[in-house]
T-cell receptor
Framework: SQTIHQWPATLVQPVGSPLSLECTVE??????LYWYRQAAGRGLQLLFY??????ISSEVPQNLSASRPQDRQFILSSKKLLLSDSGFYLC???????????FGEGSWLTVV | GENVEQHPSTLSVQEGDSAVIKCTYS??????FPWYKQELGKGPQLIID?????GEKKDQRIAVTLNKTAKHFSLHITETQPEDSAVYFC?????????????FGKGTHLIIQP
């Protein structure tokens, strides 16, 4: 069966510090990968998606970037965090032919 | 692109009563409609989905109905229990999908009153 792992689960970072959130998927090959953010409200905002290694599409211009160095690894990064980057970040995957998206457990980021 | 509207934003029901959450979509080509449940501090989990060739689907206390003509679909939870308290998201995706995946509604906070 397929599993998705995301870490760290919680982190508190000072303004201006770098960020790296990692996500890996097991049990499938060539998945589509996604990063979402939930800010103060409940909505799911798509940040980035990737259809293959090195292929990143950005949905929202921002202070963040994403990379996919391996088929089942997706990384969310920032060089300098802003207070507004605080939120709940979710990694997700789907098959290339499927429609269902499966989410990881999320990472709580607090920028202080 | 697709636009999904979800109502209500908050729903409070007595334990044992039924809850209904409604969504409308704009793209008539959409053909897959999943529902997710998100508990506090966790990622959303798929609870039920329906495809456009089906009008209704049930799984124990949960059911989803789809009206393609009106472009709306609904989640029905019967005999609600405290563990049903969560945020629920509807979503839609058009035929052929898209690498950017599903379009989500803004969520419904379901509160089950004891």
């Amino acid at each position: 069966s397929q599993t998705i792992h995301q870490w760290p689960a919680t982190l508190v970072q000072p303004v201006g510090s770098p960020l790296s959130l990692e996500c890996t998927v097991e049990g499938t090959s060539n998945p589509n990968l996604y990063w979402y953010r939930q800010a103060a409200g409940r909505g799911l905002q798509l940040l980035f998606y990737s259809v293959g290694i090195g292929q990143i599409s950005s949905e929202v211009p921002q202070n963040l970037s994403a990379s996919r160095p391996q088929d089942r690894q997706f990384i969310l990064s920032s060089k300098k965090l802003l207070l507004s980057d605080s939120g709940f970040y979710l990694c997700a995957w789907s098959t290339t032919r499927g429609n269902t998206i499966y989410f990881g457990e999320g990472s709580w980021l607090t920028v202080v | 692109g697709e636009n999904v509207e979800q109502h209500p934003s908050t729903l409070s029901v007595q334990e044992g009563d039924s809850a209904v959450i409604k969504c409308t979509y704009s793209d008539s080509a959409s053909n897959y409609f999943p529902w997710y449940k998100q508990e506090l501090g966790k990622g959303p989990q798929l609870i039920i989905d329906i495809r456009s060739n089906v009008g209704e689907k049930k799984d124990q206390r949960i059911a989803v109905t789809l009206n393609k003509t009106a472009k709306h679909f609904s989640l029905h939870i019967t005999e609600t229990q405290p563990e049903d308290s969560a945020v629920y998201f509807c979503a839609a995706i058009p035929s052929g999908g898209g690498a950017d995946g599903l379009t989500f509604g803004k969520g419904t906070h379901l509160i089950i009153q004891p």
